[in-house]
């Protein structure tokens, strides 16, 4: 369902972001009836660059100066699930305290709570007293009583800067989107920038699962998201291309920067292709070297014609016939009849003949090619 796609995808940007700060334990399980907290974050101080990371996370890095435990919506909260976070609240200090007892310390300092929802209504803020801190902490960040050490984000509230861009992003419709824009623009040198991207396609995949258990309205807020998220690509494997020359200069040869490049790409084409169809198949390995070798752009091209195609077996059979045309397009820039009519042939072939014949390409003229054809 659409929801456990988003939820998933929240995890992964906390888990992303805050793993730079300290300890990341998704899915705690909360001792009284076993049940999960989203994130559990204890920070580390100690861990090399700490202070700098938590300045580059902004909202969210001051979040994390303390324990916290982040239980992130992709609907709008309603009372009863805040009343359901609070009592895991609850029960982890019950057992913080429990723990101290049982080992005659002072007890672990006690987390914050952190309900981040896209949206909330004055009226539930205000039958939780929830009030907001502006000189501290901006717009959109309302806190119940002292005691309680709880605070929600309403992330549609929060002002549109780099401060709050690792909460919007979790939020919904134009305020994602927007967010998205934003986190394919930064450098690409951030130190999340690349694994956020990765975490933001797998979400796309995601969506596009089950698409007969949604409601109609889902499926149009899904398509529409789809649509933001597909531009980035290209973003994508600009980033993996830059980590690919910054690998190469460390090995000090052009070599390492063209092997850097096409492992980047390797990994997200194997990564896109078993989310799209469920597995990477023989003859599919067979053409994951060869396709990697592409300029990013071709690349981008190719895998937003891929993301179009049906998730099934048919699917993959078109996809398999769509990436080995690409390849003979690339090489010879112009397919005539008879090279259209050697793709299906190609693809007839075991597998590491065909690997290798495709990784000659550029080796070969097309007579060469129809000649080792037959």
């Not at 039958?127 to 992330?155: C, H, M, P, R």
Request: charged fraction near 25%; include cysteine.
């Amino acid at each position: 369902m659409t929801r456990f796609a988003h939820d998933q995808f929240a995890k992964d940007i906390l888990d992303e972001t805050l793993g730079s700060l300290g300890g990341v334990n998704p899915n705690k399980k909360v001792p009284a009836e076993v049940r999960e907290i989203d994130i559990y974050f204890t920070p580390n101080p100690e861990k090399s660059g700490y202070l700098e990371y938590r300045d580059q996370l902004g909202l969210l890095g001051k979040m994390a100066e303390t324990p916290a435990l982040f239980e992130p919506f992709r609907n709008p909260v309603t009372s009863e699930k805040v009343i359901s976070c609070l009592s895991k609240l609850f029960d982890v200090k019950a057992d913080l305290a429990r723990q101290a007892k049982r080992e005659n310390t002072v007890s672990t300092e006690a987390p914050w709570l952190w309900i981040l929802t896209p949206t909330a209504s004055d009226n539930l803020l205000n039958s939780f007293k929830a009030t907001g801190d502006e000189e501290n902490w901006g717009e959109g960040i309302y806190f119940l009583g002292e005691s309680f050490q709880t605070g929600i984000v309403v992330i549609h509230r929060l002002p549109k800067t780099p401060e709050t861009l690792w909460l919007r992003i979790l939020g919904r419709g134009k305020v994602q989107e927007d967010a998205l824009v934003s986190l394919a623009a930064l450098p690409v040198d951030n130190p999340w920038r690349l694994g956020a991207l990765e975490s933001v396609y797998q979400l796309q995949l995601n969506l596009r699962v089950n698409r007969s258990e949604k409601s109609e309205l889902e499926v149009q807020e899904d398509e529409k998201l789809i649509m933001a998220i597909a531009p980035l690509f290209q973003e994508q494997l600009a980033a993996a291309e830059q980590r690919g020359k910054i690998e190469g200069k460390i090995e000090g040869v052009q070599q390492g920067i063209e092997r850097g490049v096409q492992q980047g790409q390797r990994l997200i084409i194997e990564s896109f292709i078993q989310g799209r169809f469920g597995e990477l198949s023989e003859p599919m390995v067979s053409l994951v070297e060869p396709l990697s070798a592409l300029p990013p752009i071709q690349v981008t091209r190719l895998l937003l014609q891929l993301s179009q195609l049906p998730g099934d077996s048919l699917g993959m059979r078109q996809g398999q016939h769509l990436i080995v045309e690409s390849l003979l397009r690339f090489r010879f820039e112009e397919l005539d009849e008879i090279l259209m009519g050697m793709v299906d042939f190609l693809l007839t072939l075991p597998p590491l003949e065909l690997r290798g014949l495709l990784l000659r390409l550029s080796e070969l003229s097309r007579d060469e090619l129809l000649r080792l054809l037959g």
